[in-house]
């Protein structure tokens, strides 16, 4: 395996960090009704939820089935929401929207020579619709799903998927989400870690720091 300064690599969780999670609900809010950002919270809440509960008990389900385990959920918590809204929130969710830094930032990291890619526990359907969607795919060098491995983040199984793809020691990968909860695993693990605290949260985790926290992808271009 290579040493770690002969690796300029940048490994990107999807959901929070390259696309927005609460794209499909604002696309549709209106309809919903006022209670329509509070269903997105719970959406995404119930889904991260069962991904921890199905990694710690062994029972894999895969991600995009909890995506809609976790809406049905949202829509019983919210009761007055439009359920006749759910395939369109899906068929949204299933594209995701990359957030606006998200191409220039990995465009100007692909000029300065870096490899690139996703490692997200979103399925490899989820992950390649989202990337065509948004015209990333000439970015990526790869595109690791947890799905390969039938478990979630924050199990070294997933981490191991990058370690396999790049060949090269844990602190020579860069390793970028917006999940603070990710980012203390991926520290844990090895990686050199960086929060994009998009939503300006908490730090929860101080014993598992990353070498640098940042309000957008941007700032990955001044390390």
């Known amino acids: 395996m290579a040493g770690?300064?002969?690796?300029?690599?940048?490994v990107f969780d999807a959901y929070g960090t390259l696309f927005d999670v609460h794209a499909a609900v604002r696309r549709y809010a209106d309809q919903l009704g006022p209670n329509a950002a509070h269903l997105s919270e719970i959406w995404r809440s119930k889904q991260l939820e069962y991904s921890w509960v199905r990694a710690l008990t062994g029972r894999y389900v895969d991600f995009w089935t909890l995506?809609?385990?976790?809406l049905d959920f949202a829509y019983e918590r919210i009761p007055d929401a439009d359920r006749?809204?759910?395939?369109?929130?899906?068929?949204?969710?299933?594209?995701?929207?990359?957030?606006?830094?998200?191409r220039p930032v990995l465009e100007e990291?692909?000029?300065?020579?870096?490899?690139?890619?996703?490692?997200?526990?979103?399925?490899a359907s989820m992950l390649e619709a989202a990337v065509a969607?948004?015209?990333?795919?000439d970015l990526f060098d790869h595109i690791l799903s947890a799905?390969?491995?039938?478990?979630?983040?924050?199990q070294s199984?997933?981490?191991?998927l990058a370690m396999t793809a790049f060949r090269c020691f844990p602190e020579a990968i860069s390793f970028q989400s917006s999940n603070r909860w990710d980012v203390a695993g991926a520290t844990a693990y090895g990686f050199r870690t960086v929060w994009i605290n998009r939503t300006g949260d908490l730090d929860e985790y101080r014993d598992?720091?990353?070498?640098?926290?940042?309000?957008d992808l941007k700032g990955l271009l001044t390390l």
């Not at 598992?208 to 309000?215: C, G, I, R, T």
């Open 84 to 102: 006749s809204l759910r395939q369109a929130l899906l068929d949204v969710y299933h594209e995701a929207d990359a957030f606006e830094d998200v």
């Open 4 to 10: 770690s300064d002969s690796c300029s690599i940048f």
């Open 133 to 137: 969607k948004n015209g990333l795919n």
């Open 157 to 160: 199984a997933v981490y191991d």
């Open 67 to 70: 995506t809609e385990r976790a």
């Open 147 to 154: 799905d390969e491995v039938q478990t979630y983040k924050t």
């Open 208 to 215: 598992l720091s990353p070498v640098a926290q940042f309000k």
């Open 109 to 123: 990291l692909k000029n300065r020579d870096a490899q690139l890619a996703i490692l997200s526990n979103g399925t």
